[in-house]
T-cell receptor, first 112, second 115 residues
């Protein structure tokens, strides 16, 4: 039972345009969400996070939006760069929990 | 500063054998978590250790065990290996035991293949 879902296995965008990666979740008790980026043969790298008490968090080119009523979050990358090409994972955690629950990932390709 | 280091990088074992994977956290980090990532899926939480004590356990059988040493490094042991244990094993460290406002830093993983 996949509690964190990334329904698009892959996404391709042009350099300089916006990349929008989507994530849906089923457990309304999740209270903290994170995005990680993973290059081949490397471990995941933390990008940005958001608490459930907020609906937006921004860090440079990366913005995460949270829609609690829809149980949906999205990661916006503006402008997209070829170096952003990687697999992006959405993860969530419950209050007091020690573990992250991950989606299956979306492979982003940014074309020059 | 060195990041999270894991050893070995690759390992090949046969069914029924036992394996030990090692992880050294970032200096000053006291928490280590282990994850299993099967090809095409997201990481699955196995264990978290903080201050040398187990603080969290995922849905893995008792064949999986771990420990954390006084220098905060950690070992993951898997006994009686099965073909389904073939995966990338990731170690992550963080300063404290919580997950909020102190994101986990991951090593590059150990690729375990079971023949």
């Amino acid at each position: 039972d996949q509690q964190v879902k990334q329904n698009s296995p892959s996404l391709s965008v042009q350099e300089g345009r916006i990349s929008i990666l989507n994530c849906d979740y089923t457990n309304s008790m999740f209270d903290y969400f994170l995005w990680y980026k993973k290059y081949p043969a490397e471990g995941p790298t933390f990008l940005i996070s958001i608490s459930s008490i907020k609906d937006k968090n921004e860090d440079g080119r990366f913005t995460v939006f949270l829609n609690k009523s829809a149980k949906h979050l999205s990661l916006h990358i503006v402008p997209s760069q070829p170096g952003d090409s990687a697999v992006y994972f959405c993860a969530a955690t419950l209050p007091g929990s020690r573990k992250l629950i991950w989606g299956l990932g979306t492979s982003l390709a940014v074309n020059p | 500063d060195a990041g999270v280091t894991q050893s070995p990088t690759h390992l090949i074992k046969t069914r029924g054998q036992q394996v030990t994977l090692r992880c050294s956290p970032i200096s000053g980090h006291k928490s280590v978590s282990w994850y299993q990532q099967v090809l095409g899926q997201g990481p699955q939480f196995i264990f978290q250790y903080y201050e040398k004590e187990e603080r969290g356990r995922g849905n893995f059988p008792d064949r999986f065990s771990a420990r954390q040493f006084p220098n905060y490094s950690s070992e993951l042991n898997v006994n009686a290996l099965l073909l389904g244990d073939s995966a990338l094993y990731l170690c992550a460290s963080s300063p404290g035991g919580g997950l909020r406002n102190q994101p986990q830093h991951f090593g590059d993983g150990t690729r375990l293949s079971i023949l």
